[in-house]
């Protein structure tokens, strides 16, 4: 059985998942996987059993490798124009 993450390693993954989420080109996923994280975080705050931690923790690892490869295949395929949402006021 492996051991419960410590609060450094789900503060590192939380980092890694927002950072990755920062690179995807488009607004709308961008969004959705800010939110997501957000969500999943606070969703799994209240959990104590070790087990269900290290299951949580695991998954979490799992979809930050899911979000690198979106974020890759996204990246070769990004819209020449930029949304609306990015498009800075003057």
Known sequence: MAAAPTRI?????YRS???????????NIREYTKRRTIDAFRDNK????????????????????????RALVYSLYAPKVKSIMDIKPS
């Open 46 to 69: 209240i959990l104590t059993n070790c087990s269900q931690l290290s299951a949580a923790f695991s998954d979490g690892k799992a979809q930050l490798e899911v979000a690198k490869r």
């Open 9 to 13: 390693d789900v503060l590192q993954l």
């Open 17 to 27: 998942l927002m950072r990755v989420a920062r690179q995807f080109c488009d607004y």
